[in-house]
């Protein structure tokens, strides 16, 4: 699967991709737990390099965003956009949830069709709310 604006291909973690999948999380969300590779996609640049993950779980028909990163070199070019995207056609409905403080991703979110439908007050270590999404299957 590929996205028009990224360029670069979408699929499923390889065991060869783990390495690269745990330290782009260990940088991008320090303090979360190391995505499971077999819940695990990732975007890979034209050369085939990881450049981004998700990580999903899909309890019946609906599907779980339980992380997204994406390498910052790589950034507002279409990744975290492909790899959301790629998860839109597996389940009825998809849920995640983001920093209340992350203007970024709650305008990527908004724009591919979520809707903020709670809130976790001080959700993380520091603090921060985490405000919850949904986004219904088009």
């Known amino acids: 699967m590929t996205d028009a604006r990224f360029g670069g291909a979408i ?43 998700l990580e999903e779980r899909l309890v019946a028909s609906e599907l779980y965003v339980l992380g ?9 070019r279409g990744v975290a956009t ?8 597996r389940a009825s409905v ?14 990527l979110y908004a724009g591919l069709g979520f809707d903020e439908v709670g809130l976790r007050a001080r959700y993380y270590a520091d603090g921060d709310d985490a405000v919850l999404l949904t986004r219904a299957a088009a």
Not at 27 to 48: K, Q
Not at 82 to 89: D, I, K, P, S, T
Not at 99 to 107: G, I, K, Q, V
């Open 82 to 89: 492909a790899l959301v995207r790629a998860c839109l056609v």
């Open 11 to 53: 699929g499923r973690a390889r065991s060869e991709d783990a390495f690269r999948v745990r330290e782009l999380a260990r940088a991008i969300l320090p303090g979360a737990g190391e995505p499971r590779l077999a819940e695990t996609w990732a975007a890979r640049d034209e050369a085939g390099r990881v450049v981004g993950w």
């Open 68 to 76: 997204v990163g994406v390498d910052p070199a790589w950034r507002r």
């Open 94 to 107: 998809v849920h995640l949830e983001v920093r209340a403080s992350n203007a970024a991703a709650r305008r």
